[in-house]
């Protein structure tokens, strides 16, 4: 099976497979895109989207061009992950901020056992 780049982002993709799995057909809107990073940065319109994807072999567009799909409602890849990469920073500062306060709280120990009685 021949995967490129969109199915391994869709592979890791919660909020856009969400998107998708919302819609009997597979189509999701084009406006979604718009809130990407990437997408703002390069200032590109649901009109430049649409007509990139114009002769794609692997996407298709809705009738009025305001949705898109896997070509033929093509399944989504197997999900393998995702790529919160927010969540997985988050949840390495709360395990540094646990270690941190685990370390604090053996020196507070350490500190009150060598006080005399």
């Not at 567009?61 to 969540?87: A, E, F, T």
Request: hydrophobic content about 25%; some cysteine.
């Amino acid at each position: 099976m021949e995967y490129y780049l969109g199915d391994l982002n869709l592979s890791k993709d919660d909020f856009f497979r969400e998107n998708i799995k919302s819609n009997a057909d597979g189509y999701i809107n084009l406006s979604l895109f718009l809130n990407c990073n990437k997408i703002k940065k390069m200032k590109i319109t649901e009109e430049q989207i649409a007509e990139s994807c114009g002769d794609s072999e692997l996407v298709e567009l809705s009738i009025d061009s305001k949705m898109i799909r896997r070509k033929d409602n093509k399944p989504m890849p197997v999900q393998i992950g995702n790529l919160r990469k927010r969540d997985s920073k988050a949840t390495q500062k709360e395990e540094q901020k646990k270690e941190q306060n685990g370390a604090n709280e053996e020196k507070k120990i350490e500190e009150n056992s060598e006080e005399p009685l």
